[in-house]
Structure formats: structure tokens, C-alpha cells
């Protein structure tokens, strides 16, 4: 009798220690360190030492060996011996992240960015429709279009006629500008909680999302503290929270600048933050205020939520708390822009941002 015999199972028995699976470990550790190869090492020796990820075939040093061959880290410099990630890393991070936050995007079909625009467009639907004069013949159905002249006509005297042809439906894809402003103030490693590492996985997964899938849309990234800068996105993996309050004013009003130069007609903005503005900028000098709700610094905040909605700026706010005074800010804030606002955990904190994405692209289109 012809038949399988079943071994009991034990995990890793025949499952070595690999390149691969010290790399995605060691990639985790790189953006917790932001960047910092020598202290994402230092964490991956210790986690070695405790659950034997490493044997005595391939170790810690035939890791960091490859880890130079493959050129995912180089030295810094000539004159700097320290090793740094190299640009292959970053891609790849950015690739990790879009695995481990969108993987949901492999199972769905492409063109989910349409509107509900027929047309001429650049993106295939399922439906076919008869071929009407001025269609493009790129998108001619071949299938389709043959055996509906072999129905019509036969096989023996097969000919092609206008009547045979069938086209894909399409649609047109909405181009998209975003800029996602991130909070790095000092609460976002408060109270023991690693906020910020979350938000700079959500926004290299965005970013690896649009420069590959949606070339056509705009992402721009930006930091706000105590004041707010434009950062590139090979510099996500390496940042950081700074001894900074929350000017979240000088974050809109840079977010604004960018958003005036792009020439999509859909603008947005996305805003990570865990808590409320305590900061803002009165000529050089700094006006901060770090308990409870401080009018100035709020009616500032709230007139450029208004601001942006006469510009067609819609603001969606990802809070990352849920304070009942927070709750109360947000609510005002979404109300001013008639924006939206979500209240997310940091496991939920991608789903979030790609859903809105994704919805706010199908409905936008002017």
C-alpha cells in the first residue's frame, strides 16, 4: 500500500540559520536603532545568545560577512571605519514595510485606484463593452474579439469585422499629492511606549506603496517639533524623536507650501501625531504651554484646519491616544477642516492610513 509516513514535528529541526532570516530580524532592529548598524548588531548578538539563532555552520560573523558582500552595509567613509546601511538597505526596508504593513495589496486586483470616470483611461476594468469608433486598439479584448469571429463568421471562412470587436472597459486614475507630516516631539517615546517606529514603518511602507504602484501621485514627508522641515524618504529609517513640544502649526504651514507648488488637483494631508499642539512660533521667539488646552496656540491650529479646507485640503489626523481632552481637540479640528480623524492603536496604524489612501484616491477627481 502506497502511502505517507508522518514524522513528528519539531520546529527548526531541519530549518538552519539563514541570511534571510537574520536579515529581517536584523532590518526590525535597524529602524528601532534608526539606522544605527553597530547598536542593531549589539541587539541581535544578545537575541543570539538567548534563543540560539545562530549555530556553529553559520554565526554571527558569517552574517555580518554577507551583510557586506551583498552590500546591504558599508563603511561610512575612507577615514570612518563604523559601517552604515547603504542604499540597498533602504530599499529594502521600504520593501519590508510595504510587505508587512500592505501585504493585503497582493490579493487585490490591479487598478483599485479608479474613479468612477469611464473612459479613455489608463487602468483595465473586468468589464468589456462593444468597440465603438475612436476606441484605442491597445485596448482591444483579443480573446474575446477572435472567438466572437469564429462565432459569427466560422472557422473555414474566418474574417474579422467591426461588429466582432470588443474593448476593455477603463478608468481613469486619479493622480494624488500627499504629504504626511509625522510628530517627533518627546511624548512619542513617552510612558515606555515606542510610538515613533510605527509611524516611520507606516511612512516607508506609504512610500515604497506610491514610487512603485502610483508613480504618478506625489508623497512628501515632513517632521514637526518645535518647528517642521521637509525630510527625504531615504531618511526615514534614521529618525528620531527630539527633546521637542508639538508645533503643529509650523507642520500645516509647511505642508501648505508644498502642497501650493504641486499641480495635481487633489491635495491631502496626513497627519501622526499623540497629542495636542503646545507650541508655536511668535517672530523668532518660541510661545510653548504644555498643560491643557491653551487658546492661542489652539486658534491658531484651528485657522489653518480652515485654511486648508477653502484650499480643497482635506486633513485626516491619525491620533495615537485617546484622551477625552485629546478626543475633544481632534473632534474640533476635523470639524474646522471637514477632514476626518481616526483614533488608532499602533497595530492599526497602517490598515488605516493605506485604506484612506486608497479611498480618498477613488474619490477624488475634479
Known amino acids: 500500500m502506497i502511502g505517507w509516513k508522518f514524522s513528528k514535528f519539531e520546529p527548526n529541526k531541519h530549518d538552519g540559520p539563514s541570511f534571510e532570516k537574520l536579515l529581517k530580524l536584523f532590518q526590525e532592529l535597524l529602524v528601532y536603532t534608526s539606522g544605527n548598524v553597530s547598536e542593531a548588531l549589539s541587539w541581535l548578538t544578545e537575541l543570539d545568545k538567548e534563543y ?11 552574517f555580518i560577512q554577507d551583510l557586506i558582500d551583498k552590500g546591504y552595509i558599508q563603511q561610512d567613509s575612507p577615514t570612518n571605519p563604523n559601517f552604515v546601511p547603504s542604499s ?48 484605442q486598439l491597445d485596448k482591444l479584448a483579443i480573446s474575446e474579439t477572435i472567438r466572437n469571429a469564429q462565432i459569427n463568421h466560422g472557422i473555414d471562412e474566418f474574417r474579422l469585422t467591426q461588429d466582432d470587436l470588443e474593448v476593455h472597459e477603463t478608468f481613469y486614475q486619479s493622480q494624488m499629492s500627499t504629504v504626511l507630516m509625522i510628530d517627533i516631539s518627546h511624548s512619542m517615546i513617552l510612558y515606555g511606549e515606542d510610538r ?47 527633546p521637542y513640544h508639538t508645533n503643529t502649526v509650523a507642520g500645516l504651514e509647511l505642508a501648505m507650501d508644498i502642497l501650493r507648488k ?96 486608497k479611498n480618498n484616491k477613488s474619490k477624488r477627481h475634479r
Open 52 to 62: 540560539e539563532l545562530t549555530d556553529d555552520n553559520y554565526g554571527m560573523a558569517d
Open 88 to 135: 540597498k538597505m533602504e530599499i529594502a526596508l521600504r520593501k519590508q514595510a510595504l510587505e508587512d504593513i500592505f501585504g493585503q495589496l497582493k490579493k487585490s486586483k490591479r487598478g483599485n485606484h479608479q474613479t468612477r470616470y469611464s473612459g479613455r483611461g489608463d487602468e483595465h476594468a473586468s468589464e468589456l463593452r462593444p468597440y465603438e469608433f475612436g476606441d
Open 196 to 242: 515613533i517606529t510605527p509611524a516611520k514603518k507606516v511612512a516607508m511602507a506609504l512610500a515604497e506603496l506610491i514610487t512603485t504602484r502610483y508613480p504618478k501621485d506625489t508623497l512628501d514627508i515632513i517632521v514637526f517639533g518645535n518647528d517642521s522641515w521637509q525630510i527625504q524618504i531615504k531618511d526615514l529609517p534614521y529618525l528620531q524623536v527630539g
Open 262 to 357: 504641486r499641480k495635481n488637483p487633489n491635495k491631502q494631508i496626513f497627519m501622526i501625531t499623540d497629542g495636542k499642539p503646545t507650541c508655536i512660533k511668535k517672530g523668532k521667539r518660541y510661545y510653548k504651554n504644555s498643560f491643557g488646552l491653551d487658546r492661542k496656540i489652539i486658534n491658531r491650529t484651528l485657522n489653518l484646519a480652515t485654511r486648508c479646507r477653502k484650499m480643497d485640503i482635506p486633513i485626516t489626523t491619525f491620533m495615537i491616544a485617546r484622551d477625552p481632552y485629546l478626543v475633544r481637540f481632534v473632534d474640533q479640528f476635523t470639524k474646522a477642516n471637514n477632514g476626518k480623524a481616526f483614533y488608532s492603536s499602533l497595530k492599526g496604524l497602517g490598515e488605516f492610513i493605506f485604506q484612506d489612501y
